[in-house]
Nanobody
């Protein structure tokens, strides 16, 4: 059973930064693409960023491009989301997830992911 544990969330003022971490259990972490999603109150869960297995490719939703950076350290079984220039609209619960080994839906689609963390709250005050 794979476990994903997020950390690093908190309360920050607009314009500030946070770095989220997601630690994964298991010995095959490097075999899977990883993603970050978020869900704000009253809204559906949305794609934020993803990274391929060996970090050769990264993907972002338009609203976070040039502000957020996803990275991974396969030696530490950890994926990160560096969030800069935070805005109040970034307030949400952030989830990391592991993409299915065989997927035909696409890396931006939540149904492509089979394991999820419990989430970490990010609150950006204006």
């Amino acid at each position: 059973q794979v476990q994903l544990v997020e950390s690093g969330g908190g309360l920050v003022q607009a314009g500030g930064s946070l770095r989220l971490s997601c630690a994964a259990s298991g010995r095959t972490f490097s075999s899977y693409a990883m993603g970050w999603f978020r869900q704000a109150p009253g809204k559906e869960r949305e794609f934020v960023a993803a990274i391929s297995r060996i970090a050769g490719s990264t993907y972002y939703t338009d609203s976070v491009k040039d502000r957020f950076t996803i990275s991974r350290d396969n030696a530490k079984n950890t994926v990160y989301l560096q969030m800069n220039s935070l805005k109040p609209e970034d307030t949400a619960v952030y989830y990391c997830a592991r993409q299915r080994e065989i997927d035909g839906l696409g890396i931006r689609i939540s149904k492509s992911y089979d394991y999820w963390g419990q989430g970490t709250q990010v609150t950006v005050s204006s």
